[in-house]
């Protein structure tokens, strides 16, 4: 399908490379809507995604992921902060980039875990004992699925978030433009 308008800006990344923070500073910077997936996943459910994976399991946040992700694939001219593991899944990946260019926000595991504190809306994601070994775990896990699906990929650490902003959109026009680089679905 050549021609085809890939609009959306969809931002991946660990919890705390600041998806949610930059897609409303880069939505406005460019005169676009933005959606943070979580909020409306936890806005859609009436429940908290601790809540949701305590009571139902990883499994059933998955599918409700999967649900809002394909809802969020039908938008156009949007800033979208993924959640963290919207890549674990293929579907997730194909809806979003239908429409989107994926810009995957890297950051050093010290700097995820100062920004993400102690979030009590942040479920433990694996069984290790510290929020730092589950970091390095979770990471490893996911760092080359980030990569594999990434149009561009943005080093965040010791960043403030305006310049995180201007790094993508100066990367963005000095390039011919990420469809050139990924067929046609």
Do not use: C
């Not at 459910?45 to 694939?73: C, H, L, Q």
């Not at 990946?93 to 504190?117: E, P, Y």
Request: no cysteine; proline share 4%.
């Amino acid at each position: 399908m050549k021609g085809r308008m890939r609009n959306n800006i969809v931002l991946i990344g660990m919890r705390g490379s600041g998806k949610s923070t930059i897609a409303k500073l880069l939505a406005e910077k460019v005169g676009k809507k933005s959606i943070d997936l979580d909020a409306y996943l936890v806005e859609k459910t009436g429940m908290t995604i601790p809540y949701m994976v305590k009571n139902y399991g990883w499994e059933y946040f998955r599918d409700k992921e999967s649900e809002i992700a394909k809802e969020a694939g039908s938008l156009s001219n949007t800033v979208i902060a993924a959640g963290g593991g919207v890549i674990l899944r293929k579907e997730n990946v194909a809806v979003l980039g239908k429409k989107g260019v994926f810009i995957f926000l890297s950051a050093a595991i010290d700097t995820l875990l100062k920004r993400v504190g102690e979030d009590p809306n942040r479920p433990a994601m694996t069984i290790h004992k510290t929020q730092k070994e589950e970091m390095e775990h979770v990471l490893k896990e996911r760092k080359h699925l980030y990569k594999q699906v990434a149009d561009l990929v943005i080093e965040t650490t010791k960043k403030e978030p305006e310049e995180i902003v201007k790094e993508i959109l100066l990367l963005r026009h000095s390039r011919e433009g990420p469809e050139a680089r990924r067929p046609p679905a």
